[in-house]
């Protein structure tokens, strides 16, 4: 008798596995502080740690390695049922939401990625204080390492993609090491930071939420008679705004800027769910439907991301620029919030709402719900990811350009 598993039960094997352990990790509770879902995220960083080895030698096929593939097709799979529930959730009340606080949604996106740029810079700097003078120093691989940093304390493969592309061919794997090494804070810290933040600032929970739902009461477009459902769920209209969605998102702009599947399928899902119907035709699926995919697709994105960082960050670490990463990461968002708070007046929900957008941070949006209790607050992250994604693709190319 023999055992032996294909590549492909092996990635399911590991994906059940690790999404089983996770969310057992998500339960534990400290002081009133879990990671939740995010426990899955973990765990699969872990799992890429120990085990990326022997999960990259189950994809060799003709001596090609196609895990990176393998992994990259489950997190944007789950990314998509994310993003488009989301959206859907959101959008009979995002429209309202845009048109009241649209400018200062702009401005703390700038905010938050500029600041993540000094940011870089201070360390671009420190850095070459630190290694000038040590055998073989680089200042143009050092440059190329932070801007990765950024790109993955922003949590931003566009960053990353349009990073890569723009340094020479010698130094595209320096801004890999440094987007695996701040890919792994990028996440928990701003994770931690939404869940945080309520508790350091007392804030009553039920009455921000009101707030967020006074300010943004906002309602399908009602149509008087049967609507056409296209099956019992609505998972016809789901799947629509979905391929819609990356198709959009497949488009490029001036050769280098397109808003990526996450921006696409969250904006024709935010159609969708604003307008509730075309004619008879209903765009709506159910709210547990929505719900059921919002966690779904939230937990295989993570596992999809954890097990690729959690194998880049074992292979690249290095202290000093993890605690580059660090920087990159809290600043933005300890500036972000204090502009939002003391500038903008925005109230507490629509803040960290704002910050998970600027941050480009899917994860953090997914606890944020959580924390919240609504899908309210993803008004806020659609509002100000937009904005971040163009902010951070020109902000990385700049360094590049400049140091």
């Known amino acids: 008798m023999s055992f032996s598993i294909n590549a492909a039960s092996f990635l399911m094997l590991s994906v059940f596995a690790i999404a089983a352990f996770g969310y057992i990790l998500g339960r534990i509770t400290i002081k009133g502080i879990s990671l939740g879902t995010e426990g899955v995220f973990v765990i699969a960083l872990i799992y890429g740690g120990f085990f990326g080895v022997h999960f990259n030698s189950k994809f060799v096929i003709e001596e090609v390695n196609y895990a990176s593939q393998a992994l990259k097709i489950v997190e944007n799979l789950g990314l998509v049922f994310f993003v488009t529930s989301v959206g859907f959730i959101a959008g009979p009340n995002f429209f309202k939401n845009m048109k009241k606080n649209f400018k200062s949604y702009v401005l703390l996106g700038f905010v938050i990625i500029l600041s993540g740029g000094l940011a870089a810079v201070l360390c671009i700097f420190v850095g070459r204080l630190i290694e000038s003078g040590t055998p073989g120093y680089d200042p143009k691989q050092l440059t190329a390492i932070v801007t990765g940093l950024l790109s993955g304390a922003l949590t931003s493969t566009p960053a990353f993609s349009a990073t890569k592309e723009a340094v020479s061919a010698q130094y595209q794997d320096a801004v890999t090491v440094g987007y695996g090494i701040a890919y792994l804070f990028g996440v928990i810290g701003v994770v ?212």
Do not use: C
Not at 273 to 293: C, I, N, Q, Y
Not at 369 to 388: D, F, L, M, W
């Open 192 to 403: 931690l930071f939404v869940q945080l933040m309520p508790r350091i600032v007392h804030a009553d929970m039920a009455e921000e939420v009101r707030k967020i739902t006074h300010v943004e009461t906002g309602d399908v477009a009602k149509f008087k008679g049967r609507l056409l459902e296209f099956d019992d769920f609505g998972f016809t209209p789901f799947a629509v705004a979905a391929v819609l969605g990356i198709l959009l998102g497949s488009v490029k702009l001036f050769n280098f800027f397109s808003l990526t599947t996450t921006g696409g399928t969250l904006l024709i899902s935010l159609v969708f769910g604003h307008f509730g119907h075309v004619g008879r035709a209903d765009l709506m699926p159910s709210k547990k439907v929505l719900e059921t995919f919002r966690e779904l697709g939230l937990m295989v994105f993570l596992i999809g991301a954890g097990v690729s960082g959690g194998m880049s960050f074992v292979r690249y670490f290095k202290p000093i620029y993890f605690v580059y990463g660090v920087v990159m990461t809290l600043l933005p968002m300890i500036l972000g919030y204090l502009v939002a708070k003391f500038v903008l007046k925005l109230n507490l929900l629509n803040i960290l709402g704002s910050i998970t957008g600027g941050m480009t941070s899917t994860p953090a949006l997914g606890t944020l719900i959580h924390v919240a209790g609504t899908s309210n607050v993803a008004s806020a992250y659609a509002a100000t990811y937009p904005i971040a994604l163009i902010a951070v693709v020109l902000v990385t190319q700049l360094l590049v350009r400049v140091f």
